[in-house]
């Protein structure tokens, strides 16, 4: 279990789960509001530390640099969304469901946290064995333990103490935080595409000249020339001649040439999109007027400052 005085030790360490992977950064302490000791961490985890988680500390051990938890990775990283309020507390209702989550026993807390004397109640003050002086650290909180049928009213460290005089702060000034939101991209697969080759028949048409031979009759004249094969033949008889026609047909054939090369790349492209998220600011307000009004000095004011006074 951690102890107050280690603390300073745990707070923006690194909190590493029961195998020894990392899980995030302590950035507060919760302390319970019956004993005073630490009872709850959160840790940031998450993409940039987007996700606040609260893991127990009652079995947790400072070791070196970090601090080490009895419970994995994942177990952390899925624990119920709990809200702290303003003053910096966890409601009843939401510290019962990290204790039924973590698997820890309600009524035993209930009953440890009821036994006096070192690390059992805080007095009718409030306050329990150093826990004035762990006010002032940065990150500690208050915030009910879980005992059944308390509500919480312990506070985020130094807020009330920053309020009043007299309570051990260094000066009468309060700080104002707020979120700031950090936005970071990350590489992801979106899909993937190939290159596939596939067969397809089309139908082509080409025009080409074929030539035939037809049979014609040419009669020529008997002349001196062919005087002589005229007569070679009897005088009358019947007689047949035969001549081969010829004729050109279409023949097709394929071949398969290269026509080209394919290849698939990638180009990166930019684009702008607009991300939107909700984050926390403090607001500090005065209570001067609130008071001036119950005293009966809000009506005289007004006059006062138009005629050039100033008010204190």
């Known amino acids: 279990m951690i102890r107050r005085e280690q603390i300073a030790s745990v707070l923006d360490h ?10 995030g950064d302590a950035k507060h302490v919760f302390l319970d509001d019956t004993t005073g000791a ?3 961490v959160s840790v940031k985890t998450g993409f940039f530390g987007s996700n606040e988680s609260f893991v127990p500390v009652r079995d947790a051990r400072v070791v070196d640099d970090h601090v080490e938890v009895p419970y ?13 309020d303003s003053g910096g507390h966890l409601s009843e209702d939401e510290e019962h469901r990290l204790y039924e989550y973590y698997g820890i026993d309600w009524d035993m807390s209930w009953a440890r946290a009821d036994e006096s004397g070192e690390g059992g109640r805080i007095d009718d003050e409030g306050t329990g064995p150093d826990m004035a002086a762990d006010a002032d650290r940065p990150g500690m909180t208050g915030g009910t333990a879980g005992m059944a049928g308390m509500t919480g009213t312990a506070r985020t460290a130094g807020a009330d103490a920053g309020a009043r005089p007299g309570m051990g702060t260094a000066d009468d000034a309060m700080t104002r935080s707020e979120e700031r939101m950090h936005v970071g991209v990350e590489r992801r697969e979106a899909g993937r595409a190939r ?6 028949t089309e139908e082509e048409e ?5 030539r035939h031979e037809e ?17 070679s033949g009897p005088d009358i008889a019947e007689a047949e001649h035969e001549v ?7 023949v097709v054939e394929t071949e398969a040439v290269p026509v080209e090369r394919v290849r698939l790349t990638t180009e990166e492209l930019t684009e702008q999109e607009t991300v939107r998220g909700a984050v926390r600011k403090e607001r500090i307000e005065s209570g001067a007027d609130e008071a001036d009004e119950e005293l009966g000095f809000a009506e005289d004011r007004a006059p006062d400052e138009d005629r050039g006074y100033g008010h204190s």
């Open 14 to 23: 690194p909190v590493m789960d029961e195998e020894g992977h990392k899980i």
């Open 38 to 40: 630490p009872e709850w």
């Open 72 to 84: 994995s990775k994942s177990k952390v990283k899925d624990a119920p969304n709990v809200d702290v």
């Open 195 to 200: 290159l596939r080759k596939y067969v397809d």
């Open 206 to 210: 080409h025009t080409v000249p074929l």
């Open 215 to 231: 049979a014609r009759v040419v009669r020529e004249p008997i002349t001196d020339e062919n005087l002589d094969a005229a007569l």
């Open 244 to 250: 081969v026609l010829h004729e050109e047909r279409p």
